[in-house]
């Protein structure tokens, strides 16, 4: 069970020492002895875990969705620093339905982000190390009756390396917070991240149930959360200190060979991953594309061929109303508002309305908001959204945090929601019964039988194509939906492209289900 730590120490606020508390060093070298790590350079542990979705709940007011990881390992070398996590993972899978085996895998090089070194000094051992290798303070603090020496210090040389991580995109270091009770023992970790949404992501990792081995503390228990939920959680059954193997556990295993075909070539290198340009900077986002679909009405896409998202721009007589607005990452967000803004110069965007709560289609709302443009989302999203783009955004001051308003989310009761002037009529249907998320929205324009949906199904590369086996759920809620709402939609647009990217109907999306 995950104890409530009472008000969060602000990230923005530094900690003074407290008279009343020991000398920081004197707190780190006695925690140091008792956790007996002083001569500990490198550590192996090994038990069962499980993962959990940042962002992709089923409901925007439940936790992350979990998945085990079963024979989970995790070897840490302090000294370069490097890390690498390893597991077996049993999951649904979104295509089958059915439970598929797979292999959970975690490399963290000494000069990764931050956002993957964390994962090494949030652990109890590598907290004390970080700390006496960088200028701490402390204070005492009583949580739950408790007393707690309080250890924090801003992160301005990575963990104890000179292979420094970088400071944050705003410029400022990251920063370290933790707990050690009176025995000497690490029971909590504080740390931030940046993220596009969530803004300064508190990252929260609780260390419990300590066990002993030849000396060596280690917590039986792990839970880390982020943005409230756990985000993993960890039941450790041992541990190894100094491993002599540790290079081999921190090395991995090389890709297979890629399988020749008899009268063909080797295979096209891998593309680059996502981000990648030439000298390590990312490339700039794609240029965006705009589709006449109808008057007033366009598809606003980018690289649709590539299965990027796309938004639909919806002019009325004095305004404009966008259907996914905020896909991906605020510089989506700032591109998609921009060609909106091309395509009808003389009217400002008023609503932006987001198709269902899930990360990838929210990553961009920073921009939204920063635009003045109200979110409109149902009901059991609208906590959930303010409370995300209302946090400090200090690691990475987006255009959030530089324009200085505040987030206006509109949440509407009901399955309907219309927006009609005397020129234009959208309607805006929850979709019922669907696995994936609560509150997920289609747009429809009853005018122009158009109609705008999100995360239900992707058809197969053509629409005559072999009907699925077993059917995809998304699919038949889809279908069951415009025919329990009546609607005569003629043209049906999918945020994410379909392959080959095209618009679809409710006939072809019946016929992958073998319905007429």
Known sequence: MIRTWGAAIALVGLLASSAAAQDAKTIISNASKAMGIEALNSIHYYGTAANGNLGQNNNANQPWPMTPLNDYS???????????????????????????????????????????????????????????????????????GKRYQVVSFDVKNGGTSSQAVAASPGGRPYRLVGYINGQGLVERVQTWVENPFFGDLQVDSEYTNYRDYNG???????????????????????????????????????????????????????????????????????????????????????????????????????????FEPGPQSEARGLAIIAETKRVF??????????SHHHLDHTSGLAAVAAEGITIVTPQVNKAYIERALSAPRTLAPDSLAKSGKKPVVEGFTGDKRVFQDATRTVELHVIRGLPHADGNVVAYLPKEKILA????????????????????????????????????????????????????????????????
């Open 453 to 516: 949906y999100a995360d239900m199904f992707n058809l197969p590369n053509e629409a005559s194509g072999p009907v699925p086996d077993p059917p995809v759920r998304g699919t038949i809620v889809f279908a069951d939906n415009i025919d329990r709402l009546k609607l005569d939609v003629e043209r049906v647009m999918s945020v994410h492209s379909l392959v080959p990217d095209r618009l679809t109907s409710v006939a072809d999306i019946k016929a992958s289900l073998g319905r007429k």
């Open 216 to 322: 060596l503390k280690y917590p039986a228990n792990v839970v880390q959360t982020r943005a409230g939920w756990p985000t993993f959680e960890a039941q450790i059954l041992g541990v190894y200190g100094n491993p002599s193997n540790i290079q081999q556990l921190l090395t991995a295993p090389p890709p297979p060979a890629p399988v020749l075909v008899a009268g063909r070539g080797a295979p096209p290198p891998a593309p680059p991953p996502p981000g990648a340009g030439r000298g390590g900077t990312p490339p700039p986002p794609p240029t965006p594309t705009s589709e006449k679909l109808a008057e007033g009405v366009y598809r606003i896409s980018q690289n649709p061929s590539a299965g990027a998202y796309s938004a639909l721009a919806v002019e009325f007589a004095d305004h404009v109303l966008l």
């Open 74 to 144: 995790r070897a840490i070398d302090f000294t370069q620093p490097a890390s690498r996590a390893t597991g077996l993972t049993l999951a649904v899978s979104v295509v089958t339905s059915r439970l598929e085996p797979g292999v959970f895998n975690q490399n963290i090089t000494p000069n990764a982000a931050w956002a993957q070194q964390l994962e090494i000094w949030v652990t109890p051992w590598g907290f004390l190390k970080s700390a006496a290798a960088n200028a701490a303070t402390v204070r005492a603090q009583t949580v739950d």
């Open 345 to 354: 110069p003389k009217k400002p965007i008023r609503y932006g309305v987001i």
